[in-house]
Every structure is written in structure tokens, then in C-alpha cells.
């Protein structure tokens, strides 16, 4: 076929929407997607227009005649030449009263495309019967070639079948040589139908001399608004002749065979009549694959020409068919039959003979080691991924893979993978904002506690120099005092109240880590052990089950062993305070993404939400006044920080327990310690 210079169906780009049903339309696999845009491959593409008709966002445009067909107009004697569904795709009107617009349009004359369908359907039947002029080099079964786009098709894909495409025009080229035959060769021809591969096929070197535009009836549509045509009013009219006998039945299914002659009953084998796109490409294969046993085969690539993309669609099917054999009928009743005749017998040197030729078009294929791989990269490793859910146009997962092999699919078409990935996205966000706000929260906690820290031990240091004048003096006094003197035990509570305050200041200088670290190789476990030891002796841990566990990876590892047992047992006396009935105390040692990590799990009363952010500032308790100090967390807080660790509160619920943990890193030796005594981590 002759390179179209304009593609004849081509994509909006701003209204395609990614819904892909065009590529589940096309049966030429002529919709490549590119940047989320489906467009048409102009060298693959048949023409037929189905995803014209499939797209519901209006996005794909067919070629436009009709400013081509104006100026003719206004140039040149212009001949139009109807296709005979124009009577069902103008329902509202009477054939008469369509021609009569179209002539009112300014064409000169106003014929019948089904005039040249009778002129062929004799060739056809010497075709079939190899009889006189019949071309007998055409192979069996015969496939009628006035679908252009099954001939496309064939022409394209299947050139293997060229030997049985019938060598014969279609009804539009050989009625486009009556009209010049008939009215001078210098007349504008203007094909009007119902199909968009009529506009491939006419610039076809072969026949570009039959036509010299064609228009689908929703472009004549566009042209009577422009020139003001009322259809309803015009002056009703009749074609101009030659006029046509049963050629009219054309664009139904079973057309061709019945105006030719041919005996197209459903008993008859010999003759095979198939419609509609799905069909017709089954028919096909099966015909490559020489399966079919017949002698002729009348297909239409829509369901009939009345299905054509450019027909109203919102009258159905039925009322369509019977609207074009009303129309024949009526054709029947009234014509001439002798002038019928005698016209055919004029036309007989018209040429309806025509070639087809192979325009193969090849695809590369990919192995099946390129399709699994394809699969791979949208998650879909075996067969039970493969949902083949046809979301992406193709009717299979491996349909889809081999498309983006061979350039015409993308990557992101997989509707459950993409899914998938946005949930999967959308979790890990989630994750991420969780981990920022925790981080956010633990800094905010940090940054409270260094502030308390430096006040703590500012005024620790304050009170450490009095606190100490205070016990000198007091022991110098009770020295100075009798065994037996009244004022002894005066002394002795100053002295036991100032050991009070001095255990508090060690407390805040601890938590704001102003104490040294004295750190020595050992086991953890030996500090656990330890503390186990010396709680299990307590009244406080009578009713309380003590269970450890320590994992055997569990290194030996540089720590300060005395301070790390005063955090220890800070976190099981709280644990036993929040267990006044009992229940169990639960310590477990354990290496996490190369940290120590310990656990302190209780069965207790829980801490309420609120509070948890204020369990490490010093003096916070919610115990009564000389029960608790509110400085044993504070203390561990210190000390463990003083380690380069962290201590929070795992998890907490009222009435059920908490869990503490503790993460320290893994030292194996005294080098790590810094100039202050504490880690340099
Ligand atoms: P204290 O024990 O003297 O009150 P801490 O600093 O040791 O001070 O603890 C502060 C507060 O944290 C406690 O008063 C208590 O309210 C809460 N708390 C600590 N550990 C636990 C726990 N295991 N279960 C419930 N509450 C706890
Ligand atoms: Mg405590």
C-alpha cells in the first residue's frame, strides 16, 4: 500500500487517560504506550477504528476530510458516491431525504457505492465457480477482499494468505470507476461511509485512481452544519444513476454472497460468512494453519459495514439490518431491471480486478528466558502470580511481558503490582513518619534531661561543699560531746539527715553523668546474676517469680559492672513496687543489629501513656512521700547513658506490664573509654 503521509487514526494526547482499552481493542497490536500515552503505530495500524469507537475520553481522532472535501466543492464538479448503510445511519430520515441533503451540499451528483458492489459480486462468482475470466491462480477458499481492513490485515500480518485474498476492488474503487466512466474523468470523487480504513485504502497505489477522498458519515455530518443543510427540510431527492440492484445488501454480513449469487445458507459448507474482529482473526489462523475446508470466505472485520465505527451506535444492531433491507427491498421494487442490466453490460470493461500486496510487519520475539524476566520486575516470579486480569489491555500477564519486550508496553502498566507498590510505599512512609516522630519524641526527652541534667549537677556541686562542712563539723561536735550526753542523738539524726542529702546528690550527679565509669571486661550475665542474688533476698520480691535468660552469643564486653547492678536493681525494685500481688519479673540479654540488648519485663500495674515521657526526671515518683525518690530511673538514665546506651520504655499497659530495654554497644576493650571515664562511642 502507499505510504500514508498523515496517520489516518492518530492520539490526542492531553485526553488519553491510561485506560488501555484500545490495546485491548486493537487486533493489530498497533497501540504502543509511551510516557502513560497510548498511541497508534501508524505502520501497524489497520485503520479499522475500533479504539476510535472503545475510547471513552475521545482520544483518538480519524483523519479529517472534510476541509479537503469543502474546497473540492468549491473547485470542482464533486460526485458523491453513498455507501448503502447510509440509510441505517441516518434513522431519522428517509433515504430520499439524505440524498437530498448531501446533493444540497453542492455535490453535482449523488450515486450509489452499491451500484459497484453489483459490478464486482460477477467477478466474484467466476471466481468462486473458475469460470470464463475467473482468475483460477487464486487459491482456495477464496477470502473476499472488500473489507479493507482485512485486507490490511492479511496484507500486514498474514501475507501468507495473499494466494487467497480474492484479486478483486472493492465496491467503493470499482463504483469510483463507473462514476468516471460514466461522467468524465475530470470529476471529484467523495467516497461516504461508515469506515475509517476506507481512508487507508483509497491512496492505495492500486486503486488511487477511483477516489479522491473519502468521508465517514459523522464528517458529512459536520459538513451539512457547515453549509447550513437542514436533513429534516432539505428537498427530498433520488440518486443519480447508474443505479443498484441487490448490491445494497452489502454491508450486512452475508451480503456479498447473496447479491453474487452465491448460496451463503448456513447447510452450506462451501461458503463461510464470519463478522466482527475477534472472529475474523480466529478465522484467519485457522485459515493459515489451512484447517478451513471451503470455497469461499465473505468476512467483515465489523459486524457487517452497519457495524462500522462511524454508524450510530446508539440504535442497535437489529433495527440497523432491517433499516438497510428495507432500503434493498424498496431498491428491488422500484428499479429498472433492464436498465439495471444494460448498465452492468456497459460497465463490463470497467477493471474490478485489483493485487494485494505483502506489507509485513515482524515484531522480534523474546525467549522465554526475556518474558520471565520481564514478569520478574512486576513481582511476578511463578505462575500463580500471573493474575492475567487484563487491566493493561492484554489479555495475559505473558501477552503484557512479550508487548514490553517488543517496545509496545511499558513497565508500569501492571495494575496489581502498581498497587501493590503504592501500598508498599505507603507502609514504609507510614514506618518512616513513625520513626521520625518516635526519634523527634526521644530528642525532645534528651534535650529536657541534659537541661535538667546541668542544672542537677550545678546544684549538686553547690550543696556537695556545705553537706560535707555539715558532717565535719557534726562529727567534730559529737566527738567533743560525752558517750552519754542528751545532745548524742540530735547529733546522730544531723549526721544520718546529711548522709540523706549526700546520697541524693550522688543520685543527681549520676543522672547527669558527671560520675566516672570503672569499666572492666566481663559478662553481663554476671551482673544479672548478681542482681537476681542480692533481690531474691528481699521481702519486697517474696511473691514474684524471677526468670532470666541470657543467649548464648551473648560476648563478654568492657562495662562498668557496680553502676550498671545499681540500674539493674533500680528497674526490679521498680518492677516488684509495680507487682504489690505478685506476678513475674522477666530479664533477658540478647544481641540486636550488634548492640546489647536487655529487657526487663514485668507483669504489673503499667504506666499510663502520659507519663511515660516523665519516668527519667529526677524526683518524678508516684509513690508516697519516703517510699519513693523519684531518682532511680534518673540514675539508670545517667548511667546508662554514660555507656553510649539508650534506656526506654518498650511497651507499657495498664494493668498488664511493662518492659523496659536497654541497648549498650558492644565493646570488647578499655580503649574505648574516653578522657572523662566515659565511652568514646
Ligand atoms: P521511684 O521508684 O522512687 O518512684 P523511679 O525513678 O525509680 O522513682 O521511678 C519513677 C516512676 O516511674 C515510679 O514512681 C513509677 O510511677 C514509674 N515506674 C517505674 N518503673 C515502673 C514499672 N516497672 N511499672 C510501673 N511504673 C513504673
Ligand atoms: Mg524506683
Redesign the pocket.
Known amino acids: 500500500m502507499r505510504e500514508i503521509q498523515v496517520p489516518v487514526i492518530s492520539t490526542i494526547e492531553e485526553k488519553c487517560k491510561r485506560c488501555y482499552s484500545c490495546i485491548r481493542e486493537c487486533p493489530a497490536k498497533a497501540i504502543k504506550v509511551e510516557n502513560g500515552q497510548a498511541k497508534v503505530i501508524e505502520s501497524r495500524c489497520l485503520g479499522c477504528g475500533h479504539c476510535v469507537i472503545v475510547c471513552s475520553q475521545g482520544a483518538k481522532a480519524v483523519l479529517d476530510g472534510t476541509d479537503h472535501v469543502l474546497a473540492m466543492l468549491a473547485e470542482h464538479e464533486t460526485i458523491a458516491m453513498l455507501a448503502p448503510s447510509f440509510a441505517a445511519a441516518f434513522m431519522d430520515n428517509r433515504p430520499e431525504q439524505v440524498i437530498g441533503a448531501v446533493r444540497a451540499c453542492g455535490f453535482a451528483r449523488v450515486v450509489e457505492v452499491a451500484f459497484g458492489a453489483d459490478l464486482i459480486n460477477k467477478a466474484y462468482f467466476r471466481l468462486v465457480n473458475d469460470k470464463d475470466d475467473g482468475d483460477e491462480t487464486v487459491k482456495k477458499p477464496i477470502i473476499a477482499s472488500s473489507c479493507p481492513a482485512l485486507a490490511n490485515y492479511i496484507e500486514k500480518y498474514m501475507p501468507e494468505l495473499l494466494p487467497n485474498l480474492a484479486p478483486i476492488v472493492s465496491p467503493m474503487v470499482a463504483m469510483g470507476r463507473v462514476v468516471h466512466k460514466y461522467y468524465g474523468k475530470e470529476v471529484k470523487i467523495v467516497f461516504i461511509g461508515p469506515c475509517s480504513a476506507k481512508k487507508v485504502e483509497f491512496v492505495d497505489d492500486e486503486v488511487k485512481d477511483a477516489v479522491d477522498e473519502v468521508l465517514t458519515f459523522t464528517e458529512l455530518e459536520a459538513i451539512l452544519l457547515r453549509k447550513n443543510v437542514d436533513i429534516h427540510t432539505v428537498e427530498a431527492s433520488t440518486f443519480d444513476p447508474p443505479r443498484a440492484y441487490l448490491g445494497r445488501v452489502y454491508p450486512l454480513s452475508g451480503g456479498l454472497l447473496r447479491s453474487a449469487g452465491l448460496p451463503a445458507d448456513v447447510m452450506n459448507s462451501d461458503m463461510v460468512v464470519t463478522e466482527g474482529k475477534a472472529r475474523v482473526l480466529n478465522l484467519v489462523e485457522s485459515l493459515k494453519n489451512e484447517q478451513v475446508d471451503a470455497k469461499m470466505i465473505d468476512i467483515l472485520f465489523c459486524e457487517g459495514c452497519i457495524s462500522g465505527p462511524f454508524m450510530n451506535h446508539d440504535i442497535n444492531y437489529f433495527t440497523r439490518k432491517q433499516k438497510v433491507v428495507r432500503y434493498t427491498d424498496e431498491g428491488r421494487l422500484t428499479s429498472d431491471y433492464p436498465s439495471w442490466r444494460k448498465a452492468i453490460e456497459e460497465c463490463a470493461d470497467v477493471n474490478v480486478y485489483r493485487r494485494f500486496h505483502s506489507e509485513r510487519v515482524t515484531l522480534n520475539e523474546p525467549s522465554q528466558a526475556d518474558i520471565r524476566a520481564i514478569l520478574a520486575r512486576i513481582d511476578k516470579h511463578d505462575v500463580s502470580d500471573e493474575l492475567n486480569c487484563g487491566a493493561c489491555g492484554y489479555p495475559t500477564c505473558r501477552d503484557y511481558a512479550r508487548a514490553v519486550y517488543q517496545n509496545l508496553a511499558e513497565n508500569d502498566m501492571c495494575l496489581p503490582y502498581l498497587i501493590d507498590k503504592k501500598e508498599r510505599m505507603q507502609r514504609q512512609l507510614q514506618d518512616s513518619l513513625d520513626a521520625l516522630a518516635e526519634t523527634q519524641q526521644q530528642l525532645i526527652q534528651h534535650e529536657k534531661l541534659a537541661s535538667i541534667g546541668q542544672l542537677a549537677a550545678g546544684m549538686a556541686h553547690e550543696v556537695n561543699n556545705p553537706l560535707g562542712s555539715i558532717m565535719l563539723y557534726a562529727h567534730l561536735v559529737k566527738k567533743r560531746l560525752q558517750e552519754n550526753d542528751p545532745s548524742q542523738d540530735d547529733i546522730k539524726f544531723i549526721m544520718d539527715e546529711a548522709k540523706r542529702c549526700q546520697t541524693i546528690v550522688s543520685g543527681l550527679l549520676n543522672f547527669s553523668r558527671q560520675g566516672q565509669l570503672s569499666l572492666v571486661r566481663q559478662h553481663i550475665s554476671s551482673v544479672i546474676d548478681k542482681t537476681i542474688k542480692a533481690i531474691r533476698q528481699q521481702p519486697l520480691f517474696r511473691a514474684i517469680d524471677i526468670r532470666s535468660f541470657v543467649d548464648d552469643d551473648v560476648p563478654e564486653m568492657v562495662l562498668d559492672a557496680d553502676q550498671l547492678y545499681q540500674v539493674f536493681l533500680?528497674?526490679a525494685?521498680?518492677?516488684a513496687?509495680?507487682m504489690p500481688d505478685g506476678g513475674t519479673l522477666t530479664i533477658r540479654a540478647k544481641i540486636e543489629m550488634d548492640r546489647l540488648t536487655i529487657y526487663?519485663e514485668?507483669t504489673?500495674?503499667?504506666?499510663a501513656k502520659e507519663?511515660v515521657a516523665k519516668?527519667?526526671t529526677p524526683f518524678?515518683?508516684?509513690?508516697q512521700i519516703g517510699?519513693?525518690?523519684?531518682?532511680?530511673?534518673?540514675i539508670?538514665y545517667g548511667i546508662i547513658k554514660m555507656h553510649k546506651g539508650s534506656i526506654r520504655v518498650l511497651d507499657?499497659q495498664l494493668g498488664k506490664?511493662?518492659i523496659?530495654i536497654i541497648d549498650l554497644p558492644i565493646l570488647m576493650d578499655e580503649s574505648a573509654v574516653d578522657s572523662n571515664g566515659g565511652l568514646s562511642v
Do not use: C, M, Q, W
Not at 518524678?620 to 509513690?623: I, W
Open positions: 533500680n528497674l525494685v521498680n518492677a513496687e509495680a526487663f514485668d504489673g500495674i503499667g504506666i507519663n519516668l527519667f518524678y515518683t508516684t509513690k517510699k519513693g525518690t523519684g531518682l532511680g530511673l534518673a539508670a507499657s506490664g511493662t523496659f
